[in-house]
């Protein structure tokens, strides 16, 4: 079964650095591209970048670029996404998605990891 | 980057009438949009790839259509399970972007 298997809910500070994680099993890891999106509370989808494990080439949304990080380990079919310095306006739930090509829908969609930044 | 509209925000039609909601892009996109259902507290999942390909698994009552910029997705005789919100998302362009979401709600 081809899954994306995400990291557990996080409760951080302001100021806190973060690193959660998506592994993806029951497939070629490294030839499908792997993205995140942010969903905050009751609203709609934002992607926030995409890479592709082989070469780790990375692509982010400009709204995103240089605010978070995203990077893979192939010897683990993991991907992840980095902050390093949380703000309040981060809360939201952030879904790992697996894309086919280099133009594609998501396929398949981790369960999502809830992060919520809070003093 | 490409924006995407939907319409309606909320529909609250009964069990087994026809739904159609429609996104619209902000340019030409030819045939890459997506539209996914997104069920409350879980993750979001591909029902129609290329605008009409229907993605494996999915029931064949959901269908989409058109091209450039104006699509529609069809669910032609609504089921209790179908309550959900539906995004549409376009992929020709780069950041990827998404509708604001239609929310079906069952009367």
């Known amino acids: 079964e081809v899954r994306l298997v995400q990291s557990g809910a996080e409760v951080k500070k302001p100021g806190d650095s973060l690193k959660i994680s998506c592994q993806g099993s029951?497939?070629?890891?490294?030839?499908?591209?792997v993205g995140w999106v942010r969903q905050k509370p009751g609203k709609g989808l934002e992607l926030m970048g995409i890479?592709?494990?082989?070469?780790?080439?990375?692509r982010y949304s400009p709204s995103f670029q240089g605010q978070v990080t995203m990077s893979v380990d192939k010897s683990v079919t993991a991907a992840y996404l980095q902050w390093s310095s949380l703000k309040a306006s981060d809360t939201a739930m952030y879904y790992c998605?697996?894309?086919?090509?280099?133009?594609?829908?998501?396929?398949?969609w981790g369960q999502g990891t809830l992060v919520i930044v809070s003093s | 980057d490409i924006q995407m509209t939907q319409s309606p925000s909320t529909l609250s039609p009964s069990v087994g009438d026809r739904v159609t909601i429609t996104c619209r892009a902000s340019?030409?996109?030819?045939?890459?949009l997506a539209w996914y259902q997104q069920k409350p507290g879980k993750a979001p999942n591909l029902l129609i790839y290329?605008?009409?390909s229907l993605e494996s698994g999915v029931p064949s009552r959901f269908s989409g259509g058109g091209s450039g910029t104006d699509f529609t997705l069809t669910i032609s005789s609504l089921q209790p399970d179908d309550c959900a919100t539906y995004y549409c998302?376009?992929?020709?362009?780069?950041?990827?972007?998404f509708g604001q979401g239609t929310r079906i709600e069952i009367k």
């Open positions: 998605v697996r894309q086919g090509d280099e133009y594609d829908a998501f396929d398949i």
């Open positions: 029951g497939y070629t890891f490294t030839t499908f591209w």
């Open positions: 890479t592709y494990p082989d070469d780790s080439d990375t």
């Open positions: 340019e030409s996109i030819d045939n890459w």
């Open positions: 290329k605008a009409s």
């Open positions: 998302q376009q992929y020709n362009s780069f950041p990827w972007t």
